[in-house]
């Protein structure tokens, strides 16, 4: 059914956006990782839904409670269960929705496949949905920040057309978070906000794309074939609600260079092997090379929109809806903490198979 993701450190998330709750089961967490819902909670703060007035305005505290795998202030090794109970659920404002499909969302596709859908907010193609993995990336991150020293930052750098040139080097959680968009550059940001303030009073909705980077990750993770790494991180991010699109280091611009403009030449510096540049946005030949992993994700524009759109009913039956709720006229800002939890969970994963392989945390240089 496509609920769970990662080898070892396994995320099973579960739940509707309009049921009693939503949340995820983690198998594979090493014991002894000191863990407390404190953790957890401050991603799942970043998230949630009723920030700012540029965001859905449900009301949710999306507060967690650990259920199983923690005791005294410490992972057990067994499964770890965290839920988040749906505290502003309003099932009755999708009734002028039950026979109808929504254009590009999931409402169709669902019913295709499995014969019945929830009508009620999407059920599982919600982005409620992603409670559970942002609940999850917080426990991979700490695993991580603990074990390896990693440190996984996102930020939006484009809406719609407005971009923001970044050093990813230069860039600090304490910025973006200043921003209501996450965007660190304050000019950028307040230009993509008044176009958010702006589509959202014409009923309409606007994409973009996130930018992210992992900063300490040893060169060793990952493999050249099948599970390459930044296989895997696209994987994980084009399996985010919304995501149409994934690219690391260079991406598509890379295409426009030649091999003696886009090669990372090495040196010897501060100890160790490093690059002088990082068009190969930290992975090479589907191996971490010890530089900062760098890559972004696109966003389309929010499905879920007021303007009059053409669609038909389940029976055939053309006809036209405006849709009414409560609906993010963008959701790159609520993106960043997702992208940076499938990012989490991605590299978590990578660094159990990399050690249960080699025996060691990182490179054997």
């Not at 988040?84 to 026979?99: G, T």
């Not at 978070?177 to 009923?203: F, H, L, T, W, Y």
């Not at 611009?253 to 010897?268: V, Y």
Request: glycine fraction near 12%; include cysteine.
């Amino acid at each position: 059914m496509g609920n769970t993701f990662g080898q070892l450190f396994r995320l099973t998330t579960f739940g509707e956006s309009h049921g009693g709750g939503v949340g995820c089961v983690i198998d594979g967490c090493p014991p002894l990782l000191e863990l407390s819902e404190a953790d957890i909670q401050a991603d799942l703060g970043r998230r949630r839904p009723g920030q700012n007035r540029l965001m859905s305005a449900r009301q949710e505290a999306d507060r967690v409670a650990i259920l199983s795998g923690v005791f005294e202030g410490r992972t057990l090794g067994s499964p770890i269960a965290l839920l988040v109970r749906n505290e502003d659920a309003r099932p009755q404002d999708y009734d002028p929705l039950r026979d109808v499909y929504r254009p590009s969302h999931g409402d169709f596709t669902q019913e295709a496949k499995y014969g019945v859908r929830n009508w009620r907010g999407g059920g599982r193609v919600s982005a409620r949905e992603t409670v559970g993995r942002v609940a999850g990336g917080a426990v991979a991150r700490k695993l991580l920040e603990t074990e390896c020293g990693v440190d996984i930052l996102g930020c939006v750098e484009r809406i719609h057309a407005i971009q923001a040139t970044l050093d990813p080097e230069s860039l600090a959680r304490d910025v973006i978070e200043a921003s209501p968009v996450r965007c660190p550059d304050p000019q950028v940001s307040a230009a993509m906000i008044a176009a958010i303030d702006a589509v959202r009073a014409d009923g309409d909705s606007l994409g973009g794309v996130v930018l992210c980077i992992a900063r300490g990750v040893p060169a060793g993770w990952g493999s050249p074939v099948f599970d390459k790494l930044e296989a895997d991180l696209g994987r994980g991010m084009l399996s985010i609600p919304a995501a149409k699109g994934f690219e690391i280091g260079s991406g598509f611009p890379g295409t426009m260079l030649r091999g003696s403009e886009h090669n990372d030449a090495f040196r010897f510096r501060e100890g160790r092997v490093r690059t002088e540049t990082n068009r190969s946005g930290g992975v090479q030949a589907g191996i971490s090379n010890g530089e900062t992993i760098v890559f972004r994700v696109a966003f389309k524009p929010t499905a879920t929109i007021r303007k009059p759109q053409r669609t038909v009913t389940r029976d055939g039956q053309e006809t036209t809806i405006e849709v009414r709720g409560r609906h993010d006229p963008c959701v790159l800002p609520r993106a960043v903490p997702i992208v940076e939890a499938m990012a989490a969970l991605t590299l978590a994963d990578h660094f159990l198979r990399h050690r249960g392989q080699t025996g060691r945390a990182g490179s054997a240089f």
